[in-house]
């Protein structure tokens, strides 16, 4: 089955969706299939931060994020508890 435009755009809202099977070569590398690579904007130079997912060592899931974006998400993640311990550094 084929995802639909609708699934792919709703994969950050918790569908995952296969959209390709690659190999790994004799040197350890992965080509990303060129459609893939235009769809996630990557370009030759980018960055990526390779992020693991697994327990205690158990690695089942690798995610590529652009070093880029990836700044951003840690900012915003991060600012809400640097805001709340700041705010009881005040109070004390």
């Not at 089942?60 to 550094?89: D, Q, V, Y």
Request: with cysteine; net charge negative.
């Amino acid at each position: 089955m084929v995802p639909t435009s609708d699934e792919r755009s709703s994969s950050c809202s918790g569908v995952c969706t296969i959209e390709a099977v690659v190999s790994i070569d004799a040197r350890g590398q992965v080509v990303l299939p060129k459609d893939i690579r235009e769809r996630a904007g990557f370009a030759p130079g980018d960055r990526l931060a390779v992020v693991f997912w697994g327990e205690k060592g158990d690695v089942c899931c690798i995610t590529l994020i652009k070093a880029s974006h990836f700044n951003g998400m840690i900012t915003t993640l991060l600012s809400p508890m640097a805001e709340e311990l700041a705010g009881r550094g005040e109070q004390d």
